[in-house]
DNA sequence: TGACAGATGTACT
DNA sequence: GTACATCTGTCAG
């Protein structure tokens, strides 16, 4: 694996247990996915195109993206410009701002589910097309603020709902937590393995 | 638990 | 013009 990669993941791993705020709402980070940009047949910017260009810019910035019609998902860009790759957000629990998450999602999802899967943590945090490129380091709208205690215990396994390159273990969740999404391998990937 | 419908932007032909 | 997508909510069994 190349150095690379690794500083990938261990960027993906770093981002466990620290946590996205926007307003009143935080949300701890309990799930990811590494996308390592023209290396990765899965990510989105495997191809550089318009939509993709974000991934081409700044690490630190957000990529969002609009995703079967309904859903924004957030990922946080790494590396150097050019380098490509990426991190989304699978999951996170909401830590404050209940009331307001409730109001956008609306009151049928238990607390542990509010931040349960990517286009919920979109939902929670009001991502949307503006928040594209949005610097979340130094930004003052929405904020990611990286983990200050100590690592927590880490799990990796296969990536979620992805056709390409799925068993590559780039999915990392904290162990045991109970607000990581149970959403389960694209259904047209080819078996692990094979 | 599993299957599927849903809405629309993006990429490809 | 067409196919598909880093998904979620709902319903049937």
């Not at 247990?17 to 590494?34: F, K, N, Q, W």
């Not at 286009?119 to 380091?137: F, K, S, T």
């Amino acid at each position: 694996m190349s150095e690379e990669i690794e500083d990938l993941l261990t960027y993906a791993k770093s981002l466990l247990d620290s946590t996205l705020v926007r307003g009143p709402v935080r949300i701890r980070i309990t799930e990811v996915e590494a996308y390592a940009g023209p290396l990765d047949p899965a990510s989105h910017a495997f191809k550089r195109t318009p939509r993709s260009e974000p991934m081409y810019g700044p690490p630190g910035h957000a990529y969002c993206y609009f995703t079967y019609g309904l859903h924004w998902c957030l990922n946080v860009v790494w590396g150097p410009p050019g380098t490509a790759a990426g991190v989304l957000l699978r999951a996170g629990e909401v830590v404050a701002g209940h009331q307001l998450v409730r109001e956008r999602r609306g009151t049928t999802l238990v607390e542990r589910d509010l931040a349960r899967g990517p286009g919920r943590i979109g939902n929670c945090l009001a991502i949307g097309p503006e928040d594209i490129g949005l610097d979340l380091v130094n930004g003052d709208d929405l904020t990611l603020v990286m983990r200050s205690g100590p690592e927590p215990v880490i799990v990796s396994g296969p990536r979620v709902g992805v056709l390409r390159a799925a068993d590559r273990p780039w999915r990392f969740w904290i162990e045991g937590d109970r607000t990581v999404s149970p959403y389960k391998r694209h259904s047209q990937a080819p078996a692990i393995g094979s």
